[in-house]
Nanobody
């Protein structure tokens, strides 16, 4: 089992920044692909970003490329999502998730992730 706890959400004005954190406990964190997803009211959950177990490969949704940066510190069992140039359409609950063995298109597929955090709310005002 892997337990995930997100933090760092909040209310910010458009153009602002936030850094989300997700700390893992339980099984070895370093072996998992870690992802961030978001779920806005009235919309389906969507992929935001993912990072390989080593941190050497990163993947982003087109809508966040150039604004969001995913990183991880395996020594601290933590994955981060730096969010810059926030827009009102970024408002959502952000979830981190862990996937054992994700590769290829599976990195973008929430159903491949076996462990999820409780989510942290990000609200962007215009």
């Amino acid at each position: 089992q892997v337990q995930l706890v997100e933090s760092g959400g909040g209310l910010v004005q458009a153009g602002g920044s936030l850094r989300l954190s997700c700390t893992a406990s339980g099984r070895t964190f370093g072996g998992y692909t870690m992802g961030w997803f978001r779920h806005a009211p009235g919309k389906e959950r969507e992929f935001v970003a993912a990072i390989s177990w080593s941190g050497g490969s990163r993947y982003y949704a087109d809508s966040v490329k150039g604004r969001f940066t995913i990183s991880r510190d395996n020594a601290k069992n933590t994955v981060y999502l730096q969010i810059n140039s926030l827009r009102p359409e970024d408002t959502a609950v952000y979830y981190c998730a862990a996937c054992n063995g994700c590769s290829g298109s599976g990195r973008y597929d929430g159903t491949r992730y076996g462990y999820w955090g409780q989510g942290t709310q990000v609200t962007v005002s215009s």
